[in-house]
């Protein structure tokens, strides 16, 4: 008699209604209710102190997968992944104490997180060696995403990594040029759509249904997986000593759905005896989602999206109820911060020789106003993820310094002289 065949390792689940769906069904929506799908992986055969030794004793590995901090945690990412990884590698970013940003934040115990150390310069390296990888494995024709930047960029890369063709719908004329150059370089097939991100993104899921093209866009729920990382490498810098708070940047909902999920595994699996709380930071101008919890999550906005944070620049977020769910099971808050709060962040961010994107910065500035509002405590520690590099949108990074009037109070003009040391000397004296 022959044994029955071995359970899977991972499958799909939509949280909605329940329904389970193998690997290689290759949609991001349940086919039963359209809820967004997760995956979900057997537990590791072991758990807490041990699995925490697993983690660390590869750290400083040169194997390909143990080099990557998103497949260092594989068997909370995708176990049964094999060595076939599409990966650069990513992940593996610093935890940053930074004395002027925490002084400004009034928070003394807050830690920044960079993800813009990743390849392409943002997190999404994180999700996107996951989702690639998938696609590779099902022999996908084409991979695609909407993006205001940083997902075309890494998917871009990732793509052709993996050489499989990449299509990306950005919105035309309102992509920052360093995000949009990296797109065009890694040679992603590049169209700029005559709409706003939302109007992109409803094209590219059209392609996705109607056209046979693998949609990598954070209702992916393997790009999520990736994700996860973020919260797993920042907990393991920390001793495993869970913080107080954990903010992030808000804008499709993607990284909030994540971090929740990364906080349920690892409470789950014993590698943390407390699960931190979420704030989610949106700009005033993107704010669907600040606007909901105010309500008690009662009803869902949508807003037309305005921010100078370009990537945060979403007025329908597609993982609207995964993160609900993720503010909910952390007991967590989601605010929203002006463009001049995000800008004057970035400024002392960027001044303290770490730099970030704009919409980074908005995680700083929402823990500012935490603090001043007292739902953050000053003695509380927080990490804060900053989610792109300081050059993926030079062009608002010079407009601040060299053409805003009046000049803000951080801006850093400047200075023209003539070629001689006597003028040097000028400057070296009115700089006291």
């Given at each position: ?44 055969g ?33 176990p ?128 996705s ?31 495993w ?11 499709n ?94 400024a ?42 300081v050059?993926?949108?030079p ?6 310094h ?18 001689r ?11 006291r």
């Amino acid at each position: 008699m022959t044994g029955s065949a071995a359970a899977p390792v991972s499958r799909q689940l939509c949280p909605r209604c329940g329904k389970e769906l193998p690997l290689s069904f290759a949609k991001s929506s349940c086919p039963a209710c359209g809820g967004l799908l997760e995956v979900r992986h057997a537990a590791p055969g072991r758990r807490g102190l041990e699995l925490r030794r697993i983690f660390g004793d590869r750290r400083g590995s040169v194997d390909v997968l143990d080099a990557s901090g998103v497949w260092r945690y594989r068997e909370l990412v995708l176990p049964d992944a094999g060595r076939d990884v599409v990966t650069h590698p990513e992940g593996n970013t610093p935890l940053l104490r930074l004395p002027r940003v925490s002084s400004w934040a009034g928070s003394p115990e807050l830690l920044v997180k960079h993800e813009g150390h990743n390849p392409t310069g943002s997190f999404k390296d994180r999700g996107m060696t996951v989702g690639a990888t998938v696609a590779k494995r099902l022999g996908a024709r084409a991979v695609a995403c909407a993006s205001t930047g940083n997902t075309s960029a890494s998917l871009a890369a990732y793509a052709a990594l993996a050489e499989i063709p990449a299509l990306v719908f950005v919105p035309a004329g309102r992509v920052a040029a360093g995000k949009l150059a990296q797109t065009l370089a890694y040679g992603a097939k590049t169209l700029l759509v005559r709409g706003d991100f939302d109007a992109c993104f409803a094209l590219a899921l059209e392609a996705s249904e109607k056209l046979n093209v693998y949609l990598l866009n954070s209702v992916n729920p393997f790009r999520l997986e990736g994700q996860k990382t973020i919260v797993f490498e920042a907990l393991e810098q920390l001793g495993w000593e869970a913080p107080e708070w954990i903010a992030l940047p808000a804008g499709n909902l993607g990284n909030t759905s994540a971090f929740g999920n990364a906080l349920r595994d690892a409470r789950d699996l014993g590698l943390i005896s407390r699960v931190p709380r979420l704030a989610a930071v949106q700009a005033e101008g993107a704010n669907p989602f600040a606007r909901a919890f105010r309500e008690g999550f009662a009803r869902r906005h949508r807003v037309s999206a305005e921010t100078a944070a370009t990537a945060i620049r979403i007025g329908d977020p597609a993982s609207h109820d995964r993160a609900v769910t993720a503010i909910r099971s952390t007991n967590g808050v989601v605010t929203d911060v002006t463009d001049d709060e995000i800008l004057e962040a970035k400024a002392i961010i960027d001044g303290s020789g770490a730099g970030c994107e704009p919409a980074s910065a908005a995680s700083v500035a929402g823990v500012k106003r935490l603090v001043r509002e007292g739902v953050i405590r000053p003695g509380e520690r927080v990490v804060a993820v900053l989610t792109g590099h300081v050059l993926k949108d030079p062009g608002i990074l010079l407009r601040y310094h060299m053409e805003t009037e009046p000049p803000p109070p951080r801006a850093n003009r400047p200075v023209e002289i003539e070629p001689r040391l006597s003028a040097v000397e000028q400057v070296l004296r009115e700089d006291r």
